[in-house]
């Protein structure tokens, strides 16, 4: 059954992605480069086609349809809610031909909301805890947590999703990883495999030189799913391992910003810190691989170490 559904998606995920690839094309559904980008490959760049992650909805409607229960209903709706908020954000910066959509805080204030009614759905269903032994009663020390960690982790993978396969590369180890801290039966096994499937479906296209970005319809949905995969399974603490590089590139990012307005001087020659080692002349492909190998020996190191608690 596993094997149906991993084959069933990764089809559709590579047929859809094709059509809505050539369709983006035909309406010219790209995406303006920030001025203030590592300014590296920015026509090739601002020619791609720049909604995948908008077959990620897609097959999480169809996941959520194939299997309607409570749980599956409150997983499902975190990535698919935060991928919509990507998507009016995608589409407002194509429709106003503009690097920039929704504000900042308006963003943040739509995660903000979205993460604290659905992690007191959680709560109210009884799953929320960090982990098993520490604090795994579902007390309510740990809302606050799940609740910073279920928006920080939307908008780490959306940091991170600056290079030709980073983020969908770092993904799919995250679900690898998470195969060593989380059950893997049921709803579990169910969702890896289909997240797996459209992911690696995406990735066909997205390896470099990219075909398609995921924009921020596609990361703020794998952010969604990563933090509802720990979070659902009373395991919050789960999310430092699994989303290990993620929050590497989201921490590079706060440093940055922090030592620029209150010591005036920089850290990293550009934030988050893929762009760095571009600006150091490190080619994209290689700094992809490299954050790759560093996600996944990290991954696992703190896994080990979660486990041993």
């Known amino acids: 059954m596993i094997f149906l559904t991993a084959a069933t998606f990764f089809i559709l995920s590579v047929t859809l992605q094709h059509f809505w690839i050539k369709y983006q094309r035909k309406i010219h559904l790209t995406q303006i480069q920030k001025w203030y980008g590592v300014n590296i490959d920015n026509e090739i760049k601002a020619a791609t086609p720049s909604m995948g992650g908008v077959i990620f909805l897609v097959l999480g409607l169809l996941a959520l349809a194939l299997e309607f229960s409570a749980d599956v209903v409150i997983f499902w709706s975190l990535p698919i809610f935060s991928g919509l908020i990507g998507f009016v ?16 805080l308006a963003k943040l204030r739509l995660q903000l909301l979205l993460c604290a009614l659905w992690v007191m759905a959680v ?5 929320l805890g960090l982990w098993p032994g520490i604090w795994d009663g579902g007390g309510w020390f740990s809302i606050p947590l799940a609740f910073l960690m279920t928006a920080g982790t939307i908008n780490a993978v959306n940091i991170t999703d600056g290079l030709d396969g980073l983020a ?21 096994a169910r969702a890896m495999t289909e997240l797996f499937a ?9 390896t470099r030189p990219a075909k398609t970005f995921m924009g921020d319809t596609g990361s703020h949905f794998l952010g969604g799913a990563l933090a509802a995969l720990c979070v659902m399974n009373g395991r919050t603490l789960a999310i430092i391992p699994a989303g290990f590089m ?9 440093v940055q910003i922090f030592t620029i307005r209150k010591l005036n001087r920089k850290i990293f020659l550009m934030a988050p810190l893929h762009h760095h080692y571009q600006k150091k002349g490190l080619d994209e492909t290689a700094v992809t691989v490299r954050f790759w190998l560093v996600h996944s020996v990290g991954g696992v190191m703190l896994s080990l170490l979660l486990l041993s608690l």
């Open 168 to 188: 969908g590369g770092c993904f799919m180890i995250s679900l690898a990883v998470m195969m060593l801290v989380l059950p893997v039966a049921g709803l579990n």
């Open 123 to 127: 709560f109210m269903r009884g799953k």
């Open 246 to 254: 993620f929050i590497i590139e989201m921490l590079s990012s706060a």
């Open 89 to 104: 954000d995608d589409w407002m910066k194509f429709r106003s031909h503009s690097s920039e959509g929704f504000s900042s």
């Open 198 to 206: 459209m992911t690696a479906g995406f990735m066909f296209f997205n």
